[in-house]
């Protein structure tokens, strides 16, 4: 069995017969995956879905396994690796039920190939900690599959019945000890009936899920040898950047390109259309340098009269004064009790716009051959969702989706900024491709964007403004709440928006509000158009929703005279006990209530589920010179089944600094006469080194299936932070980033 080799595409036919499975690797070159992505390009992603649920378990995996001569298994990823681990874990859980020799088992990006749609969510996409949690039974079964095709083969060669056979490590042991390596038996195997049933393991014999395992992807990364997407390097490929508008959808009244074109290395200028209506120049030359410097010696005016220009001071009052007025409703309870309630807290949050910015900046590298309807296009890109990115491009170029390739690359961070509904930085590409070829010039065309030109040029977690009225009684019970949301819908105007915005309310601004507390509330929504892109950022709307009910809650137990841990186990009331064990771990094993804290610091706690887990933080803080500061992280995550504990470890680690990075002064996007008045980490705030905790992580026990990691260690952290800083100083920070003062 051979693979395919890295990134090449595949056919995948409605009709494959069973022998089909892994059989298919043995093509080599693989043609371009037509049948789904056909039906998306004709009525949409809603039909694409349709189609691949019609896939039987034995059509749809071919391109996943491939088992070499000397007995390499290669598994083919259906998710981007951007961090998060899943280049380990997903093969982890194929192995496990292959019984591979783990030594022996690698990896590779999967491409836009409708085998590699998400089994839940019907398109390709890597977001919403969904990749182990969706995949977890693909791949289990996709193993077991294999197996039971090696074990096959060899119960022929050796003339016995399969069920004397066992597995382990990459071999077959027959009876009398006889053993034949997979490598040895992967060709005949091929010749083997996929079976459409297989028995999947009892966890209790997991012997590689639950194992604390270093990261396929650790080496190259930290010896400096891993390439992502920016390092693309083609013969004759050319460079562009692009200048964008300053204010978001603007056009251009004029250019003068004459000292660009002058600068040693530039090719062209070429005037392209953006994504929101807008314009920019391209700057193409044969390295980024010298396009670089050809766009800084461009002299553009822009026309940015039909453009709205927003200036967050003016926007923040508009959204205050909304957040006054009940908006679209979410939960409708009976809030009348807040009138009669013997204690009441009334308060009002701010959250800014937050940037991405991955480490890797953006990039996209596009090639075009052939002519006419005969063009063909590949795209090496770190995308969240190659398929739509795909059909994107296929749009602004004219041709046809099966006509595009995609080579989905390694690709460093995104936290959301790669899975664009619209496809933006792509669409971009294909525009300064399809502009670079008109212009006469041959070769592939990489078009990057700097730190500056993402953080000045968006997509952003939108700005929101939360007002609670709540309603309590002496011993905490809540009586009444009545709460409001203002902020920009992610979800308006994309594919997403008939699945996600409901009754004029976006479900991802209010996720997270509510539960698990037992409450009355009433929750309504208000959502503003604006001249500013947004975006789903790590975690979505727990981001602001988690640290509005932790904080609340906490303070309300401080005013009713309860500990804040028992109050949370209180609410749970036996109906969380997720919630529970989550919270109770990270209370044992930080200590809280049982040792003595430091002088001048203090306890913060906060719970809080996100996709599906659960993470409890307890934190050590304190405040100094007036300025706060985290010492120690204690958390418990309640994640179901732990496929790789060390990948879990590092992305509660990097979720918690991500979310203290909310806290620190400088953590916000703001803009001024319609321009982002930040660049880069000189002046966008994000946590460093010198501000990361000590953190503990201890995962609850479980064998039910794996819930989603990326993103749910990201909410809780700042509210614990900010209910330690409200136990030291008795001020609760209703603002984001922290402002003590």
Not at 633 to 654: K, M, R
Request: net charge neutral.
């Amino acid at each position: 069995m051979l693979a395919s080799s890295e990134g090449e595409s595949s056919v995948i036919n409605p009709a494959l017969a069973r022998r089909s499975f892994l059989k298919m690797a043995t093509a080599g070159g693989f043609a371009l995956g037509a049948f789904p992505m056909l039906a998306q390009a004709a009525t949409g992603a809603a039909a694409a879905s349709a189609s691949a649920s019609k896939l039987k378990p034995i059509e749809q995996p071919s391109a996943f396994v491939s088992i070499a001569a000397d007995g390499m298994v290669t598994v083919t990823l259906n998710r981007l690796e951007f961090g998060q681990g899943v280049q380990t874990g997903l093969p982890m859980i194929l192995a496990e039920e292959l019984d591979a020799d783990w030594g022996k088992v690698k990896t590779q990006h999967g491409n836009a190939d409708p085998a590699y749609i998400d089994p839940n969510f019907g398109m390709q996409i890597t977001g919403g900690s969904s990749s182990i949690k969706n995949s977890y039974t693909q791949y289990r079964e996709l193993g077991a599959r294999a197996r039971a095709m090696l074990v096959a083969a060899a119960a022929a060669q050796w003339g016995v019945d399969a069920s004397s056979l066992r597995t382990e490590q990459g071999v077959v042991i027959g009876p009398g000890g006889k053993r034949l390596t997979y490598g040895a038996l992967a060709e005949a195997a091929m010749a083997m009936p996929v079976p459409e049933k297989v028995t999947l393991k009892d966890p209790k014999q997991f012997r590689l899920i639950g194992q604390p395992t270093l990261r396929l992807d650790a080496r190259a990364k930290s010896s400096g040898q891993q390439s992502y997407g920016i390092d693309m390097n083609l013969p004759g490929m050319l460079t562009a950047v692009v200048a964008h508008p300053p204010v978001f959808g603007s056009k251009i009244k004029s250019v003068d390109d004459s000292a660009a074109k002058a600068v040693d290395g530039v090719k062209a200028v070429l005037r392209i259309a953006l994504d929101r209506g807008g314009e920019g120049v391209a700057v193409v030359a044969n390295a980024y340098w010298a396009a670089k410097l050809g766009r800084d010696a461009l002299k553009i005016q822009w026309d940015d009269s039909a453009r709205e220009k927003v200036d967050s001071v003016t926007q923040l009052a508009s959204y205050q004064a909304l957040a006054k007025k009940t908006g679209a409703i979410k939960y409708a309870a009976d809030v009348s009790a807040l009138a009669t309630a013997p204690k009441k807290i009334s308060a009002e949050f701010v959250f800014p716009y937050l940037a991405h910015t991955p480490m890797e900046p953006l990039s996209c590298t596009v090639e075009l051959t052939g002519q006419g309807a005969d063009t063909k296009v590949q795209l090496w890109v770190g995308s969240q969702m190659p398929g739509l990115d795909s059909m994107a491009a296929a749009k602004v170029l004219g041709v046809k989706p099966a006509n595009v390739r995609i080579h989905v690359q390694m690709a460093g961070g995104g936290f959301g900024r790669r899975g664009v509904p619209g496809s933006d930085y792509v669409v971009e590409a294909a525009g300064v491709a399809k502009a670079a070829r008109a212009a006469g010039l041959t070769g592939a065309v990489r078009t990057l964007w700097s730190r500056e030109d993402d953080v000045r040029g968006g997509y952003y977690r939108p700005m929101h403004v939360h007002r609670a009225e709540i309603g309590f009684d002496a011993d905490g019970k809540i009586l009444a709440w009545d709460h409001v949301i203002v902020g920009q819908s992610i979800m308006t105007g994309t594919a997403f928006e008939k699945f996600m915005v409901k009754d004029g309310v976006d479900e991802t601004m209010v996720e997270g509000m509510k539960l698990p507390y037992d409450i009355p509330m009433r929750l309504s929504a208000h959502h503003p158009v604006e001249n500013v892109p947004v975006l789903w950022w790590r975690s979505v709307g727990s981001t602001h929703t988690a640290y509005v009910m932790e904080t609340l809650i906490d303070e309300i137990a401080r005013q009713s005279n309860q500990d804040p841990v028992a109050f949370r186990m209180q609410q749970f009331a036996g109906k969380h006990p997720r919630h529970q064990t989550a919270l109770q771990t990270a209370v044992d094993r930080s200590g809280y209530g049982k040792r003595k804290l430091a002088e001048g610091r203090a306890w913060g706690v906060a719970v809080h589920e996100s996709f599906n887990t659960v993470v409890a933080y307890v934190v050590e803080a304190s405040v100094t010179d007036g300025k706060p500061k985290l010492h120690a992280i204690t958390a418990g995550v309640h994640c179901n089944l732990a496929i790789n504990p060390t990948s879990i470890e590092a992305q509660i680690q990097g979720a918690a600094l991500m979310g203290l990075g909310m806290c620190l002064p400088g953590a916000a996007i703001t803009l001024k006469d319609g321009v982002v008045e930040q660049s880069n980490f000189t002046n966008y705030t994000v946590a460093r080194i010198t501000d990361m905790p000590s953190v503990a992580v201890h995962i609850v026990p479980s064998a039910d299936a794996p819930t989603g990691l990326g993103e749910p260690g990201l909410p809780p952290l700042a509210p614990a932070f900010a209910n330690a800083i409200a136990s030291l100083t008795g001020k609760r920070l209703r603002e984001l980033p922290f402002k003590l003062a």
